[in-house]
């Protein structure tokens, strides 16, 4: 079965460090996500992109957060600089365009888990 | 936005016994997906089910989308059930977005 990419699986770091998340969304799909998953909100989408373009980052910090796709195999999520308040686990997803009133299912990586001192 | 609400949200079973868990939404669907996040933190796709029914080995899913709510069956329970399950909704437009509910945590004990 393909999936979802996402690496590293685990990072560790201190406060004001810049931290890069990668993501390899399946072939073929055309939008990507970025969920974030912390106990106190739960799953929440940070953004995502439709053919590479950002559609919708209203749910980052964007003074801090910035997310890219520079093709369409590769999405980036960055923090710079981090706070200890940004760990959390970051899940990438990715799909294809629902049609209409048709829906589309979304496949998601196991996920960054990040730890900031 | 749309709300999506889970129950129970704890759920405490013995090995072999049978469970259902709730999924109610506040508006039509376009996209219904449960997932079970395990120990390890993983997201596994269990069932994507806007509506109808799908059944896959012991685990089956229904979705009455018309009285917005959906359900999901675990019969014969294994201690490899055990984790957070979770609904997502989308409920259509241009922001694609999945809406989570909080989860029902499962605990199968042997």
């Known amino acids: 079965d393909a999936r979802v990419t996402q690496t590293p699986r685990h990072k560790v770091t201190e406060m004001g460090q810049e931290v890069t998340m990668r993501c390899q969304p399946i072939l073929g799909h055309n939008t990507v996500f970025w969920y974030r998953q912390t106990m106190m909100q739960g799953l929440e989408l940070l953004a995502y992109?439709?053919?590479?373009?950002?559609?919708?980052d209203s749910g980052m910090p964007k003074d801090r957060f910035s997310a890219e796709m520079p093709d369409a195999t590769l999405a980036t999520l960055k923090i710079q600089p981090s706070e200890p308040r940004d760990s959390a686990v970051y899940f990438c997803?990715?799909?294809?365009?629902?049609?209409?009133?048709?829906?589309?299912?979304?496949?998601f990586g196991d996920g960054t888990r990040l730890s900031i001192l | 936005g749309i709300q999506v609400e889970q129950s129970p949200p704890d759920l405490i079973l013995q090995e072999g016994a049978n469970s259902t868990l709730r999924c109610n939404f506040s508006?039509?669907?376009?996209?219904l997906q449960w997932f079970h996040q395990n120990p390890w933190g993983q997201l596994i796709n269990l069932f994507y089910?806007?509506?109808g029914t799908k059944q896959n080995g012991r685990l089956s899913a229904t979705t009455v989308a018309t009285e917005r709510y959906s359900l999901l069956y675990i019969s014969s329970s294994q201690t490899t059930d055990s984790g957070v399950y979770f609904c997502a909704v989308y409920s259509g437009g241009s922001n694609y977005k999945l809406t989570f509910g909080k989860g029902t945590l499962l605990t199968v004990n042997p």
């Open positions: 997803a990715s799909g294809l365009t629902p049609d209409g009133q048709s829906g589309q299912p979304q496949h």
């Open positions: 508006d039509s669907v376009n996209n």
């Open positions: 089910i806007p509506s």
């Open positions: 992109f439709r053919n590479r373009a950002p559609l919708d």
